[in-house]
């Protein structure tokens, strides 16, 4: 069993840049690989970022690659989600998600979700 926390969230400008974390229970953390997802109003819920249980693999999403990078911190049992030069349309809640081992892009492949935070960019 997981449990996952998000933090991090805000309101910045067009540009600015957040530090989201996500905070995990357990003590398998380091068998889960770990994916950020985001979902805006009106639509679906969409991949943003994944890392292996190592991290030494990860995978982004088209609309973000240059811009966030995901990493993992197994001693603290986190994973963050650097994001740079943000955007409008970045506006979403975003959530933490693991599954095990193997990183993947599907929201139905990870069984743990954290309640998700609020991250505004304003224009």
């Known amino acids: 069993q997981v449990q996952l926390v998000e933090s991090g969230g805000g309101l910045v400008q067009a540009g600015g840049s957040l530090r989201l974390s996500c905070a995990a229970s357990?003590?398998?953390?380091?068998?889960?690989?770990m994916g950020w997802f985001r979902q805006a109003p009106g639509k679906e819920r969409e991949f943003v970022a994944a890392?292996?249980?190592?991290?030494?693999?990860?995978n982004y999403a088209d609309s973000v690659k240059g811009r966030f990078t995901i990493s993992r911190d197994n001693a603290k049992n986190t994973v963050y989600l650097q994001m740079n030069g943000l955007k409008p349309e970045d506006t979403a809640v975003y959530y933490c998600?693991?599954?095990?081992?193997?990183?993947?892009?599907?929201?139905?492949?990870?069984?743990?979700w954290g309640q998700g935070t609020q991250v505004t960019v304003s224009s």
């Open positions: 890392i292996s249980w190592s991290g030494g693999s990860t």
């Open positions: 998600a693991a599954k095990l081992y193997g990183t993947a892009r599907s929201t139905s492949e990870y069984k743990y």
């Open positions: 357990g003590r398998t953390f380091s068998s889960y690989a």
